[in-house]
């Protein structure tokens, strides 16, 4: 469906109480979809607009005073978005959903938007369900919130094109370090749990790295067509190599040797630090000087681009025309160069992946000169 | 048709001779497609790669050595995207196509890449059709480049993202100026001819802007609807105002009393700066507090962003793909989502523009709330 | 007299008033101040702090609501000094001291302190005075603020360093303008007076500049040794050059056609833009390409690099030691690596100047291959 | 002695061969140093000027090609300031000395510039010794290089201000991510091996420290009046804390439970990660959300800001007047606001480190708030 404002709204603007949540890690852009939401809804009419803290626990653990929802205006908002991080808080980790919806009921709120990944989204649909059977009028409209692009049918997730920016900046300094050294290896790891859409754009983007290694596709490190034999090729000749690694990649190889957690999940490993450790052993005869980079934190902690600031604001005006054009239990997100609404189920049904055989991957190969990497050269 | 490698060249690598020219005013990613255009020859296999100097005069102006065309290797271009500008050079302005087509052929150049606007790409089509004429074997690639993001048919064009990113700084420097005096206003002249998208993007991105003038909407000073009206208004509720004005905004208020060219052209007046003039005259009660800012040369000389790097390197692979295809006279860009190749005289017919009735234009109004300015309120 | 917490203090912290105003353009640093003022002040036990809006203005033209004072407190400024500009508002221009005096009475302030220039320390000083026949109690500090560097006795003045930063990052485009085109000339006027420190810094940290001009040195234009003949053999060598013009250079030509204001001085000219005609006019057989650049405002608007935010740290605390030891009518800072306390009077008796003849102009032009320029080669 | 060109020179310009060689972990400033050497040089009238590779090894491992010394001239060297790194390389650790001076003798040098820490000032050194041994001429020269600012009687090393600057952004982000879980907890190591100078000066210009600690103070974790209690009252004041910790802190502690090496130094442990897993455990009852953040590699990689890279041009100019005034063992900078010339043993005696019961220290006590650490409140 596409998103926009309706000819009828079902709502009193003036008698709407809505509240935001932002759940789970930064990313660039959460203040962003704060403060479009705010200026939008005030434009609209609505005067009661609360901001939950500290994601899903701001609507049941409020004890102290600080933990009492922010009470939001476009004043407050004003430059909020010139900042990275949420003004909210957020934190990961849902809760029982009847206790949200008590703290829905009452607040008596006719609006919730929710900021968040596939989990949140989840509870987002959860909740939304326990409203419609209470047969409370909340609308309950969600933003896709993920760094890592990794949510299906949406051309991209806000915050995204930043933090490709910023790793970028991760590696240029990698690649600096490596050239600076005889046969010196900067190593990068970049976010990206089962998707290495950050990791494939930064190292296009960068222009400056040689191995790129993700989540889809399973890292063969030995061997003549191995890793480890490409890294010594790259060192012998230019002297120096970039190598950039997306978190979730590289887990098969750790898995074999690592823990599962209680669901038998495999524990995600570093994978780049295992690396690193690999190539001092078996490259030893190069004596690779390795120089370890993680910026995590420093992308997720980041203001958005010209291009993302642009995305949360239509994302929070969309999300605004959603709730009063009557609907519930949406996201809203750019498809096919479209903004539109879309039912959360098919959109959080798995992560979205880079295709092994796509053309971006055959792009990143091309322009990096990456092999397809396997155990015979 | 959908860019991409093919199965069967046309060319046999080694033997292959390019050249790639570089036109008009610069925008960020010439240098980003210059690097791939060379890296992607030579992993086909070419090594006879050239940079012609300063736009089309490098083919007919080769006077002094420094003239000669640069001899292009992967090693030379492997960290020149880390900067802005051209490493081979730009110039405004054309010249006598067999001229051109003279020094093409005393080359014996197989490909020419021609990176630039409307007014290269005519003349891009006027060699390739004086080249076929000649039964020249040459094929003749376009790669569209405006700053302005004024082409028609084509989601974006490269360096536009960064623009907007650069533009955002000026604005961000002119909000903190306007909010630090007493009825400060700040100014900021943008890039934009004939489209405003660069206005308005950056307005949008930047959530700071309280008025946006572009050319694509004749724009109304005086009455209470007028924009001196509403700029009042704002000084009155907040006691600042930011302005944003496209260059080729307000040109039919200036028109009027400017001159025209030997063309009958008009001539671009400046019109911010007769925006800044009419301000201090018609709200000299407010004494406002001016400061104007023309970021222009330093939003043309930035290096590229992350989206962009990755378009430009796209645009650069495609472009080879498309001579070794055996393609001419076209020109490579991203289409609804997909990298194609597209006939010329198309997409140079007139300007790519905002459309004042369309859903970008509202959303900017909404968010910046700003009205339709005409003479009645 | 060495700043610096003192054991005795002269004021009961609790009962303490005091009032913070920001005068004239901005310069990097002003939230800084505020803010550390602020929190030492509250560090010391004062509660009632004031933050005055608009410069002087702020104390006599207290009409409306936004017009009051802030109340500063810790929370309010926490994070202020992320942002360039001054979040009391600041303006240029004095007023009568009287009405100062009047409303300093009025609010039965103990501590003024005033950032702002040689005019408004000069105005600091005129209120002390008066305070004094008035047998008023408070104690009015100075902390000097001139983004030109031109301030006597001082090691540097906060906000110059940033300054220089930003200053670069205009020379640069400059340079990536005037190398991108044939005869390129990039021309960048930037902050200076009667002082040409931050021309100076700017060029030589820059690396990238080749004519650097300053109001202390007269400027010689035509002859074989003048700077136009001198830019004529660059291009020859180099086909570009990058030019740097404080705003206070070359006046001595423009005075002699330039207008005078009421007092007789001589209205400040643009000389760059005499310099971009004149090279028009009399290096026409080069064709020059030149391409202006302004980035006053984006200097002005800046937040601290490191360096400053130290340094305006530093000030504020000394400012409210100095208060509270009983001190008035002084200003602080940083003098042959030591804090201070200082006289007003020596200090504002004329501006910082470059010397001709000093080490540090011998060590730019022979960075940057500058000759004494005169009509005679 | 002061530094500077000297009346008479102790070399004929066109026969003197020189070279320049980068030791040690990058610093912002080398390329500026290298640059601003090659460009006085060639001002002088040499022509021959070698860039050694990858630091003393290049002086007695040059097998491959590559490993051969570079030219340097003007012209290669224009713009490499702008990047960080080293164009040379440079490595740690030392080598024979005897294999160095025979190099030395080969390549028949006049000159040598060491850019170097107190390790290799101390193989400068004996180099030169050796030379004078072997009456060879060959003037050498140091550049004292050390990130961490820690070299006795200098104002300041080159790179350090650039350091703070990049140092500033981890903790900003640091800060965000804090301020944005609840009891969030930022916690950033710095350089700072023997010295707090970065730790210190970071922690003072951001703003948003709350915990210093470095390692001229030994850390008292335990106790109402360690870091842990304290951490635990502003988490309970504010909701978030942020820490910034020198690398070289705390290593009493974990000395105790660390390793020695082959010399019986302690191996510096990472006393951050240490704190991390101690407050996770010992603060559990608040579930402080801690994120940690090395920027090391990112900080060591930059290009020099303004201040920086005024200091560096300068140094090298000095530098090669030193040389030709037929100085050698000696070393060059800034000491009580002028540039001199230093022998090198009294510099190189001891780090320099921050006074703990000095102002600057105070200082940042003062502003952050922070107590002294003890066992007892």
Same sequence: chains 1, 2, 3, 4.
Avoid at 8 to 23: D, H, N, Q, R
Avoid at 97 to 122: C, K, P, R, W, Y
Avoid at 200 to 218: F, K, N, R, T, Y
């Amino acid at each position: 469906m596409r998103a926009g404002p309706r000819e009828s709204i079902y709502f009193e603007p003036g008698k709407v109480k809505a509240a935001i949540v932002t759940c789970g890690g930064l990313c660039p852009g959460l203040n962003d979809v704060i403060r479009q939401l705010t200026i939008t809804l005030e434009e609209y009419g609505v005067n009661d607009i609360k901001g939950i803290r500290y994601g899903f626990r701001g609507f049941f653990e409020q004890e102290g005073e600080l933990r009492q929802p922010i009470k939001l205006t476009s004043d407050l908002v004003e430059t909020i978005h010139l900042e990275g991080g949420s003004i909210l808080g957020s934190s990961r980790g849902g809760s029982d959903t009847s206790d949200i919806v008590d703290a829905i009921a009452e607040m008596q709120l006719d609006f919730l938007f929710v900021i968040g990944g596939n989990g949140s989204h989840a509870g987002a649909l959860a909740i939304d369900n326990m409203c419609r059977e209470r047969n409370m009028p909340t609308a309950v409209i969600g933003i896709p919130k993920t760094i890592d692009n990794d949510i299906l049918l949406l051309d991209r997730t806000f915050g995204f094109q930043t933090a490709v920016d910023e790793a970028i900046k991760a590696i240029r300094s990698a690649a600096i370090e490596a050239r600076s050294a005889f046969n010196g290896v900067g190593l990068v790891r970049v976010m990206g749990r089962q998707s290495g859409f950050i990791a494939m754009h930064a190292a296009l983007a960068s222009g400056e790295v040689d191995v790129c290694l993700i989540p889809e596709i399973d890292t063969t490190l030995e061997g003549q067509g191995g890793v480890l034999a490409h890294v010594r090729r790259v060192l012998t000749r230019k002297e120096h190599c970039v190598i950039v690694v997306a978190e979730g990649a590289g887990q098969e190889i750790l898995g074999k040797m690592g823990e599962t957690d209680a669901s038998g999940n495999p524990v995600l490993q570093n994978f780049a630090k295992f690396l690193q450790k690999e190539m001092k052993e078996k490259l030893a005869d190069c004596s690779p000087d390795i120089k370890y980079i993680d910026p995590t934190y420093m992308v997720r902690a980041c203001p958005t681009n010209g291009s993302d600031a642009v995305y949360c604001s239509l994302l929070g005006q969309n999300a605004v025309h959603a709730a009063f054009a009557g609907l519930s239990g949406v996201t809203v997100g750019l498809c096919n160069g479209h903004y539109v609404y879309l039912p959360i189920p098919p959109l959080i049904s798995r992560a979205r992946e880079v295709d092994p055989n796509g053309r971006m991957w055959e792009r990143l190969k091309l322009a990096i000169q990456q092999p397809v990497f396997s155990a015979s050269a």
